[in-house]
Structures are given as structure tokens and as C-alpha cells.
């Protein structure tokens, strides 16, 4: 990978390793979403998908994880302006929009843990599916401060 090449480079020219790169590990876009039958509305949970390790809020089994989770959405440039509830901090989200990685991202920082240290991860903060009764899900409903 070329250095800083997410400044260069759009998203959808590319590689693979780049692409996968850009992700900040923040485990947001893992976590269980309501969406409102009324209005459409999409609401966080601060309940994790069943395959995220909260700790590393990385996902236990990435190249599998459409066989064992269906309605997970695989980010693809293509999507990235269709999802409308990817966090404001969300790098794809920013790159998308035009805008600079910031300094707590780990390809500035040259530190995957950084993304924890500035408390932009959900590494403390959720719970795993496998812990909460799907109908318990809206006792669970948060609202990220970005």
C-alpha cells in the first residue's frame, strides 16, 4: 500500500488490503440497529452482533460472517451514500463526504488501539447479542455523542 493513499485513491479504485485498511475498528456499524415501522427511523442498540468481540470490537469471523449472519451489511463503496445511519465517524463515511481521517484513526495514528484510546470504539460499552432477549432489544436503544 502506498502511504497515505486514502488521499489519493477513491474508494471504489480500491485494492482490497487498502479498502479493509480504511475500516477504524470502531465496532459501530456492528451493533444491533431498530428501525422505526412508522417513520423509518433507525435507532442504535448497545447490543453487538453475535460474532463481535467487544473487547477488540473486531469480527470473530470476518470471512464468514454472511453465512452466519444474513442481514449483514457488507460495506462496498457503492453503499457507502445508501446507508444513512454509518456513524458521522465512521472513515468510509468521511471519505465518502470528502473529508480528512481523523487523528485517532490507525492510519494516522500507525496504532490500531487508538481508535479505543480517543473512545470512538464500542469496546466497553455494548453487550453481545447472545446476552439480551430479542424482545428486550428496545431497553437497549443509546444515542452516540459524535
Same mark, same amino acid.
Given at each position: ?19 479493509? @485498511? ?19 427511523? !433507525? ?12 473487547? @477488540? ?11 452466519? !449472519? %444474513?442481514?449483514?451489511? #457488507? ?6 451514500? #445508501?446507508? %444513512? ?16 481521517? %481523523? ?21 466497553? !460499552?455494548?453487550? @453481545?447479542?447472545?446476552? !439480551? ?14
Amino acid at each position: 500500500m502506498s502511504q497515505r493513499f486514502w488521499e489519493t485513491t477513491p474508494l471504489h479504485q480500491m485494492t482490497a488490503d487498502e479498502w479493509e @485498511s480504511v475500516c477504524d475498528g470502531c465496532g459501530k456499524c456492528c451493533l444491533i440497529k431498530l428501525e422505526d415501522d412508522e417513520d423509518g427511523e !433507525v435507532y442504535f442498540t448497545d447490543v453487538a452482533c453475535q460474532l463481535l468481540d467487544c473487547d @477488540s470490537c473486531r469480527c470473530t469471523n470476518y470471512a464468514e460472517r454472511l453465512t452466519y !449472519v %444474513p442481514d449483514c451489511i #457488507q460495506l462496498t463503496p457503492e453503499k457507502i451514500g #445508501q446507508i %444513512p445511519w454509518l456513524p458521522k465517524t465512521c472513515a468510509y463515511r468521511l471519505l465518502y463526504e470528502g473529508r480528512k481521517l %481523523p487523528q485517532w484513526h490507525p492510519l494516522i495514528s500507525g496504532d490500531p488501539a487508538s481508535v479505543h484510546r480517543a473512545g470512538i470504539s464500542v469496546r466497553g !460499552v455494548v453487550v @453481545s447479542e447472545t446476552q !439480551v432477549k430479542q424482545e428486550h432489544l428496545e431497553d437497549h436503544v443509546i444515542h452516540w455523542i459524535e
